[in-house]
């Protein structure tokens, strides 16, 4: 069945090598945005809409507060990752057949030379 593209769509939030990274980096804790921006070799504006691309995918939150109101930190919500998971575990099985299958040829090789 073909899947729905919207902007909630976490497999689209995540095709993006970008976006990825900023997960990852959210992974070790909520960040505030300019510590996030700086770890990137692109404009703020760019990680800006990195970031709503993940907001509106649920996959990052933001939240405005600290010392400075106006400073937005923001953090990872793994939640919305299991559909990929799921979806991805089901080639776990493939993967595991296709590699056995190299396996025993490239052991029958070698057994022959």
């Known amino acids: ?9 976490p497999f ?4 993006d090598p970008t ?13 505030p945005f300019a510590e996030l921006a700086a770890a ?3 404009s703020a504006p760019a990680v800006s809409r990195h970031l709503r691309v993940l907001r ?7 939240r405005r507060g600290g ?5 937005r930190c923001y953090r990872l919500d793994p939640l ?9 575990r089901g080639y776990q099985g493939y993967w595991e057949e296709n590699l ?3 396996k025993r040829h490239v052991e029958g090789k070698k057994q022959r030379t």
């Open 1 to 9: 069945m073909p899947r729905l593209q919207s902007s909630s769509d």
């Open 12 to 15: 689209l939030a995540i095709a």
């Open 19 to 31: 976006r990825r990274a900023i997960l990852d980096r959210l992974r070790r804790g909520e960040t």
């Open 40 to 42: 990137f070799d692109i």
């Open 56 to 62: 509106d995918a649920r996959l990052v939150q933001e």
């Open 67 to 71: 010392a400075d109101a106006r400073q």
């Open 80 to 88: 919305p990752l299991r559909g990929v998971v799921e979806w991805a």
């Open 100 to 102: 056995a299958s190299l």
